[in-house]
């Protein structure tokens, strides 16, 4: 079993988003400091869409169409700006910063898509204001001293987000071989035999409270290394994860554990998501590999 690069990826994004919001708070600061209106009002826009982000569930967050649509927000402010301040700006290098984002926003191998598209709107983006000369939103009464400022913070902000992304892709690459670390433990168990695995299903029919601590001497990893996946998981989720791992469906769960099929489904939800399971990705196969 690979490690699930979308479920390490999805608990990355609220921090990356964080980065986010604190850069456009800064501008947003700075902007209100030399009263630009129009600019004041772009960044209070970026500050709520970023903020609303947090608010999604799981699945929208790990959306590849939503992060798309995201990126492609970004890329029009730039485009914006880029025009404002005129090329002496080097507002353009803000394309860089977010072509950055890619390999922790998207999978480059699976999603090249959405990746072939950004570029191409980034292209067309910068062709416009090439062929426009900067003017479709330039303002003329800019002092050089503005442009100046403008083109040092451009350049701090793509040191910054080069800098962060390095830590986040860092962070990244750890996550994952921890995740290495704990799959390759399962080649270094001695496997149960049929003679156990059908000791413990009995112990499931006679609704025996040993059972628990029978299945943790048959599976002696198994209930760390969910802990390792989840230390939040509680005792009932662990045993409703035990009951998976004997392949019992939901109504026999449900039965044996004197529990209605609705709460066992709960507990599956909640198991899936304090696991950061995609919905690609079926909980029984993979509590069976673990």
Known sequence: MQPNNKAIKGKLFNQYIYFFLFIYIINLLYNIYIHQLTHIF????????????????EKLKNSKSIR????????LIVFYFDSYYSAD???????????ATFPLLFDIVFDYKYIIALFFIFFVEILINIYTNYTLFYNQKLLFSEIRIRRINEVLQLFLCIVINIYFIYQLKIKQLDK????????????PTSEEIENLHQLVIDKDPLFMEKFKF????FEQKLLQL????????LEVCAFIKL????????????SSIRSI??????????????????????????
């Open 42 to 57: 772009i960044y209070c826009f970026l500050i709520i869409l970023t903020t609303g982000i947090f608010s999604l569930n």
């Open 68 to 75: 798309f649509i995201l990126l492609f927000i970004m890329s």
């Open 89 to 99: 700006a080097m507002v353009y290098i803000a394309y860089i910063s977010i072509i």
């Open 180 to 191: 290495i670390h704990i799959i390759e433990q399962n080649f270094l168990e001695k496997l």
């Open 218 to 221: 048959t599976y002696p990893f």
């Open 230 to 237: 989840s230390p939040n998981m509680i005792i009932s989720e």
């Open 247 to 258: 392949k019992l469906t939901t109504k026999e769960i449900a039965y044996y554990s004197n």
């Open 265 to 290: 489904e709960g507990k599956k939800y909640r198991i899936r998501k304090k696991l950061s399971l995609g919905s690609d990705i079926d909980l029984a196969v993979f509590i069976y590999n673990i």
